[in-house]
């Protein structure tokens, strides 16, 4: 069915159309007419940020902590410049977004014209695809086929540029139909190599489950599927900084995060297993570490939606192409078919082997009674916040990694960081968005001082929309994770990794007409989270921790998982001059 | 295993070694893409290569289907097996790229390749000149008292051929088309 209507309420219409309830955006310009038809309706909500960076991180916040599209929406030129960073997060990290600009006319374009940029160009290798619209009735099904894209498959993060004079003239809209588009990626695996899987499942003595974000972007009985095929194979799970929930924190065979940051357990079992099933991963170099001494002795197999991700890095052996959760149903099918075996008796070994690493409690540290240190900050807001409904989002640094260390998440959907792209900024407009999604939830960001300082100016946006969001900032008045490399890699000179003029937060706060709180004394810690908690409204916590606390454990660059740093005493002149080279 | 025997300052281990042992072997693959012919699909193809810093030896386009808007694209590339898979992988997942080809897998294929080449020279070199052309069956499409040009079409290697002996003739400007291909048989 076609309707005849102007270009910017096709936009409008698609939008509704698509089930879109909240946009991220900022005016300008070139998307007027756009802003003229939100102004006439009252179906989406159109959140005002106060950059573009932060529409698109919003949108992020609004996407992983749904499983829906998350949509943005900004000017020509500088409000799409401003949104690149968002595009390349949402890349990285498999972000289902749509994001909208404005674009002078037409026949302007090539001129020079005031807020021109060849956005199509400079977004094209941050998008998963582009379109720029020239003409209006090709725009409602653009923008139909562009949702398709970005939510199937490998999710990730599209653009439509609309030129103004698209946006002003009429054509013919045409509803939402099931796309016709060649681009159907494939979502069952194959079964040959599934049979494979499952009789590397059948005889493996030490097996370990690798999952990631995958079985987030999968859906909600992707995770369904995985605790029922961990559960019932007694295998141990390890999931990366993305697939963090998938699994239950509280689970029974949970290890924890592995990686760079990760847990002893979880490393030394992806170190020494003889058989590595990859669910919804991609070998990342934070996973890794050194490639040539990555799980030695294992068979790896890799369940993955995108077909370049498969031996891009690892070489895997049974290499299964699909969505998770509908490979994960064949495996369970065909694995209860075959008389659900496993080789018990070496399992257990396997277990209690792990069970063995795990004593080591790597994750312990020198507790202070004089200053809060920042693992225990986050042991006591897991500690408080555990029985809400909680969302938490991160910021970039040591602060990121010990909240995926020492908080639990038992569902998915239900942590949002920046992983691939490491983007400093993200996480309070993350946090914005997820609070649109979730107006009840206790949604907390857990911050370092400086990534905050990043994208600070979305109080405004938290206070205007009244969204309780707590910015919870473990404030090391340090680049806190540079100061760290600084101090492993560069002998202990600290170039430019410190600021000397933070801001008052608490008056910080006020100023915006939000709550602040400090607190210093360990003493204070549960009364102070508890009033944070309380307040209905946005608050800033500043959570002054030690400055000098180093993350650990950590596998230092170019070492392999079972050279893993436990604390200080390990650290001296660990990193050899080829590995500084690394990021 | 002994966990954490790590000795301090070691330099065991070289860091550089992050890729994987995957053969070294450098080979050559022609690759042909049905691509949907809209705005910005070179310029995404293109951009992969040099975004991941892979090799062009030549690239052709065109539309071969007026009516469903296709065109296709042929891409010489040269890599380790393991990058040629990561190529085609990654054009795979180009949005308006319906398929990929690797006609040197999936070969026997035909590869042609179009070039002009100007000659200038008098003499017995012009007279040399034409006599290789006629062995190469390359035609004069231009001709003036002190140069031609020739027209010639082969595979790529049959060109580079030409081109050597035409050098020392007097050679001053060659136009190459890259690579067209298709497989053999049905
Ligand atoms: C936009 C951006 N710029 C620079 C970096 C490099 N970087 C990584 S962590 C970090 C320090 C973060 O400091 P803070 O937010 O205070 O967190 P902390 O490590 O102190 O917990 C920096 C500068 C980055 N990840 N992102
Ligand atoms: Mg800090």
Not at chain 1, 84 to 111: C, E, K
Not at chain 1, 221 to 235: C, K, N, P
Not at chain 1, 308 to 326: C, E, F, L, Q, T
Not at chain 1, 508 to 524: M, N, R, V, Y
Request: aromatic share 6%.
């Amino acid at each position: 069915m076609t309707r005849e209507m102007t270009g910017a309420k096709m936009v409008v219409q698609a939008l509704k159309d698509q089930g879109v309830d909240t946009v991220f955006g900022y005016p300008g310009g070139a998307v007027l007419p756009i802003y003229d038809e939100i102004f006439l309706q009252n179906d989406i909500r159109h959140i005002l940020v106060r950059h573009e960076q932060g529409a698109v991180h919003a949108a992020e916040g609004y996407a992983r902590s749904t499983g829906k599209p998350g949509v943005a929406l900004v000017t020509s030129g500088p409000g799409a410049t401003n949104a690149v960073t968002g595009l390349t997060d949402a890349l990285m990290d498999s972000i289902p977004i749509v994001v909208l600009t404005g674009q002078v006319p037409t026949f302007m374009i090539g001129s020079d014209a005031f807020q021109e940029a060849d956005t199509v160009g400079i977004t094209r290798p941050c998008t998963k695809h582009n379109w720029l619209v020239k003409d209006t009735d090709s725009l409602s099904s653009t923008m139909h086929e562009a949702f398709h894209v970005a939510t199937s498959g490998r999710p990730g993060p599209v653009l439509i540029d609309i030129p103004k004079d698209v946006q002003f003239a009429t054509g013919q809209y045409s509803t939402p139909k099931p796309s016709t588009s060649h681009y159907q990626p494939v979502l069952k695996g194959d079964l040959e190599e599934i049979t494979e899987l499952v009789a590397a499942i059948e005889t493996a003595k030490k097996p370990v489950f690798y999952t990631g974000g995958g079985v987030i972007n999968s859906g909600p009985a992707a995770s369904q599927l995985l605790r029922e095929l961990v559960d019932a194979t007694g295998f141990p799970i390890t999931s990366t900084l993305m697939g963090l929930g998938a699994y239950p924190a509280s689970g029974e065979n949970w290890l924890g995060m592995l990686g760079m940051h990760g847990l002893y357990e979880a490393n030394l079992a992806m170190h020494d297993c003889d058989l590595m099933i990859n669910v919804g991963a991609r070998f990342d170099d934070r996973i890794t570490g050194r490639i040539d001494a990555f799980s030695p002795n294992s068979k790896k197999a890799h369940i993955d939606i995108d077909p370049s991700s498969i031996n891009k890095v690892i070489r895997v052996d049974i290499p299964i192409v699909g969505d998770v959760a509908h490979v994960l149903e064949d495996v369970l099918k065909v694995w209860k078919a075959r008389g659900r075996k496993t080789d018990a008796a070496n399992v257990k070994q396997w277990q209690s082997q792990i069970a063995g690493w795990r004593k080591v409690n790597c994750l312990a540290y020198t507790a202070s009674e004089k200053t809060i240190k920042p693992q225990h900050a986050l042991q006591r807001l897991e500690e408080l916040t555990k029985n809400h409904d909680r969302y938490i989002t991160t910021e970039v640094g040591q602060h990121q990694m010990w909240a995926a260390q020492y908080l639990g998440f038992e569902d998915p959907n239900r942590w949002m960081t920046s992983g691939g792209l490491g983007t400093m900024g993200y996480g309070f407009p993350a946090s914005v968005g997820v609070q649109m999604a979730h107006p009840d939830a206790l949604v907390i960001n857990v911050a370092g001082e400086a990534s905050w300082l990043m994208n600070m100016q979305e109080m405004g946006t938290a206070v205007q929309y009244r969204l309780p969001v707590k910015q919870f900032i473990l404030n090391n008045e340090r680049l806190g994770m540079v100061r760290q490399w600084q101090e492993l890699l560069h002998g202990e000179r600290y170039s430019h990794s410190w600021s000397e003029a933070l801001p008052d937060f608490v008056k910080l706060a006020e100023a915006f007409g939000a709550k602040g709180i400090l607190c210093s004394d360990p003493a204070d810690l549960d009364d102070a989270i508890m009033e944070m908690i309380n307040y209905d409204g946005p608050v800033i916590f500043d959570c002054v921790v030690e400055k000098h606390e180093n993350c650990f454990p950590m596998i230092p660059s170019g070492k392999a998982h079972n050279e893993m740093l436990l604390g200080e005493a390990e650290t001296q002149g660990v990193i050899d001059s080829k590995g500084s080279v690394l990021v | 295993m002994t966990p954490l025997n790590i000795v301090k300052g070691s330099t065991r281990h070289s860091a550089y070694n992050l890729r994987p042992t995957f053969s070294d072997t450098q080979e050559r693959h022609t690759l042909a893409l049905l691509v949907e012919n809209e705005p910005g699909v070179l310029a995404r193809v293109i951009g992969l290569f040099s975004g991941r810093g892979y090799n062009i030896e030549s690239l052709t386009v065109a539309e071969v289907d007026h009516t469903g808007h296709l065109s296709r694209i042929t891409i010489v590339t040269t890599g380790t097996p393991q990058v040629i898979e990561q190529i085609k992988a990654q054009l795979g997942r180009i949005v308006p790229v319906h398929d990929v080809h690797d006609l040197t897998v999936e070969g026997p294929s035909v590869e042609r390749e179009l070039a002009i080449i100007k000659v200038v020279g008098e003499g017995e070199k012009r007279v040399e000149a034409l006599r290789l052309a006629d062995i190469f069956r390359a035609n004069v499409v231009d001709s003036t008292l002190n140069s031609f040009i020739f027209e010639i079409t082969g595979a790529p290697d049959k060109i580079d051929a030409f081109a050597d002996l035409m050098r020392p003739l007097g050679l001053v400007e060659v136009a190459r088309t890259g690579v067209a291909a298709l497989l053999r048989g049905d």
